[in-house]
Structure formats: C-alpha cells, structure tokens
C-alpha cells in the first residue's frame, strides 16, 4: 500500500519514518514535506491548509491511507472531504476536531460528559467576563477560543493583569480566534500527554509522554509548541493511566459517538495530574509535536495496522490484537530535543546553514527528524522555521536516551541554533 502524509513538521518526518518500516507499505508520499521526508518517500509541493489543492493530488496519485499531521487541516474538514471521495483518512472530522478547534466547544462536551476539567465561563463581553473574576481566585487563566497556534493561554497572576488580557483578546487581540473568550481555574499539578488512537468505539493507549513547552531552562520564558519530550513519562503511573481511561477517554468517545460526532484518529489528552486526579488542560485532534517524534522513534512494532484500523473501523474488542502488533510492552524509552532558530519563540532570521545532521544521524540510537528546513539552491541545509531539528534518542532506561540525544545535539553544527538542556528533569528529578 501506498501512505500519503500531509504536514512538514517533526511530528510527520516521524510519522512518514515510521510508517515506511512497516512490511504493509510500498512508498510514503508527503504533502508538501520536508527535506528530512523527501529522504524517505516523494514529496508534492501542496501544502497542508490548501484544501482544493490536496483533494486534486489525492485524486491523482490515489493512495491507500491518508495521514493528516496537523490541526489546521482537521479543523478546514479535509478528511470529511477526502472520506466523501472514498478515501481511507486518519483523522477526525470537522465537527470532532472541535474538540481542539473550539475551546467553547471542548469545555461544554467535558461538561456535559461529566470529564473532570477546570471549572470555566465561556464570554464574549468584557463586562460579564470581568464580572466572572469576582468568583475566581489568582491565577486566572485566559483562553482564546480558537486555534491561535499555541499562544491563545495566558495565566494572569493578578486581577489587574486579566482585566487587561480580556480587554485585549475581547478586542482581536488574536483576530476571530479571540472573539469568544473561555476563563477558568488554575489547575496546578504535572502535565503529560496521553495519546489514544480510536475509531470511534476502540481505544489504543500509546505510552504517556511529557512535552517542555516553555523556551528556557527550568520551564522559563514564554511558551512555545514544544521544546522537547519524553516517553515513557513516570508522573502518568499505571494507576493513573487507568483513572484517563476511565474518567477521562472513555466517557469522552461514549459521548461523541451518542452527540452524533463521533472522533476518529488520535485523540490527544493534556492532562493535569492533580492532588484530586487526573484532570483535562486541553484536547488536540492529532498526534503532539514533538511528542510524536519519541513515541514513533520508541515504537517496537509496526503503527500501520492500527492507523488503518482507526481509519476504516474495527478496533472494538480487538485491541489486544494492535497493542501486540505495535509491540506496546517493548516500548524503548525516548528522548528528543528540539533544536530552534535564535529568538524562536519570537522573530527570527532565516536562511543560516546547518551541519552535521548526518554526523548525529549515524549515532548509535540517534534520529533527527526536521521540522523547519530546507535546501538552499546549492543543496545546503538551511533553517527556514522556528522549530528545526528534532534530535530524538532511544536508550534502555531514559537516562540513557536523553545522554545519548545530547549526543547528537553537540554533533550538529549551527550557532544560529539552540536548545534547552534540561529535557527530561522532572522524570530524573523523581
Ligand atoms: P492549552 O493551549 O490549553 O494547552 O494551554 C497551554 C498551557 O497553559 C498548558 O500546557 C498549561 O501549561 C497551561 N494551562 C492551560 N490551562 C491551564 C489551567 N486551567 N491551569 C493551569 N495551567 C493551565
Ligand atoms: N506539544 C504540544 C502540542 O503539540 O500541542
């Protein structure tokens, strides 16, 4: 069979790596790729949001299953539309990528579904958002309701500060995205990312990761999409992965399925592990980058089956089967670094050079999956985005994984770069 992949990140350089080791899979196509997937499969220059543009190659080159890499996509309904083709698509719909798309929406369907999350009022005026402060405590946090590429949460330490905020969000701060403003409780505890592939009924639970989603050393520094993760992360024990299932992921699928939306693809739970429990910060309708990197790179078996399942349905009650086939309890502790360009997560320059990729890439254990790279007209490797390389590195115990991914990070070559240097601390911490 044929995969086609759509994306350019880090998240699908790992996806397309992966999903081309499986026995199942003659080529991986990528759409528009990246200079690491161009490595492993054909890549057309078509790219990610460009609905029209995509179903026109889908049509042409007619592949076995679609893997859909990013939210903005899902959130566009490109597998409705691929899916009324005829398509195999993994990836929810429209509706269901609500769950990311809309916090509003997210929040109300956790509600009604009684999914422990914080307490929140969903606002479209300052007044009454103001208004709602008054029953809350410090810190507050701030939500725009749509999609705001991972920069739409501000955590507000005092009145004064949030009463700004609403102004601003409520004001186009981030344009539509802004226009309906969620508040809600400070949740405190330990993050960590579980994912669960579904086909609306079966549940597949990949190992939990953690992701470093501020910039600097130490969790300091303003928020980015992610600056590096882990997987298997020790804070999500298996008495906690069982209280997800069951408070959280279960109860969630049930009720989509019943509210006629049902969610196909992989479901991404940011959890908060509280004093009380386990509780929802957020949903994503896709795979977490960079956690995804760490879990493909730390995957024994072969993924394919179970993307195909949760495109085409039959995972209910054969889960043992996918869980034997992904060789789940052979799961090879992982770490990966993310390396950015000077000044991510704010303006940076494009266009310097990077060496040194092969270097690392040879190591024993070590895989770079690129995120934000291209060729330059002579065939250099340049920097072109935010986010660039993903230093990923198995080990048999973390420890080992995050030395040897360190490894790597000092082979490559590129003082434009930077990375942090404490991925891991809260699981060697412990
Ligand atoms: P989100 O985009 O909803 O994941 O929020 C981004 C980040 O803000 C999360 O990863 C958390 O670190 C933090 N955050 C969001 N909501 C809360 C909350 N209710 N309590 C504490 N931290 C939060
Ligand atoms: N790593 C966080 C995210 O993918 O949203």
């Known amino acids: 069979m044929n995969v086609l992949i759509i994306g350019s990140g880090g998240r699908e350089h790992a996806l397309a790596w992966k999903i081309a080791q499986s026995a199942l899979v003659d080529e991986v196509w990528s759409a528009p790729g990246n200079p690491g997937m161009d490595v492993v499969g054909p890549c057309f220059d078509v790219k990610a949001d460009d609905l029209e543009s995509i179903q026109k190659l889908v049509l042409q080159t007619n592949p076995d299953l679609i893997v859909v890499g990013p939210e903005q996509p899902l959130a566009l309904g490109v597998a409705d539309m691929l899916r009324a083709r005829g398509f195999d698509v993994f990836g929810p719909s429209k509706e269901a990528a609500q769950l990311e798309s809309s916090k509003a929406f997210s929040k109300e369907r956790m509600a009604k579904y009684g999914v422990p999350t914080a307490r929140f009022g969903r606002f479209t005026e300052t007044e009454a958002a103001r208004a709602f402060l008054d029953e809350m405590q410090a810190p507050y946090v701030l939500k725009a309701d749509g999609l705001a590429a991972g920069k739409g949460v501000v955590i507000a330490e005092s009145r004064d500060e949030a009463e700004t905020e609403i102004e601003a969000m409520l004001g186009g701060k981030f344009g539509d995205a802004s226009a309906e403003l969620v508040i809600e409780e400070f949740m405190d505890g330990e993050e960590a990312s579980v994912f669960v592939i579904t086909d609306g009924t079966g549940a597949i639970y990949l190992p939990p990761a953690q992701d470093h989603k501020r910039v600097g050393d130490g969790d300091t520094g303003p928020n980015t999409g992610g600056m590096g993760a882990y997987a298997p992360a020790p804070v999500m024990d298996d008495a906690m992965m069982a209280r997800v299932k069951s408070e959280i992921a279960e109860p969630m699928l049930k009720g989509m399925v019943k509210d006629g939306t049902p ?126 390389l993903n230093v990923t590195a198995t080990g048999e115990d973390l420890q080992g994984a995050i030395e040897t991914a360190y490894q790597g990070v000092d082979a490559i070559d590129w003082p434009e770069g930077f990375c942090r240097r404490d991925i891991g601390w809260r699981a060697k911490s412990r």
Do not use: W
């Not at 065939?379 to 985005?385: F, H, K, R, S, V």
């Open 263 to 388: 969610y196909q693809g992989v479901l991404y739970i940011g959890v908060m592990v509280t004093a009380e429990g386990p509780k929802v910060v957020e949903f994503n309708a896709r795979f977490g980058d960079p956690e995804c990197q760490v879990l493909m790179a730390g995957l024994a078996g072969d993924i394919v089956p179970a993307l195909l399942a949760s495109a085409t349905g039959g995972l209910a009650g054969n889960e043992a089967a996918f869980v034997s086939m992904l060789e789940l309890d052979d799961f090879c502790p992982t770490a990966t670094v993310v390396m950015a360009t000077d000044g991510y997560p704010g303006s940076y320059a494009k266009g310097s050079a990077i060496k040194g990729v092969e270097v690392a890439g040879d190591m024993e254990g070590v895989t770079v999956f690129h995120a934000g790279t291209d060729k330059d007209s002579e065939g250099t490797l340049i920097a072109i985005g935010g986010r660039v």
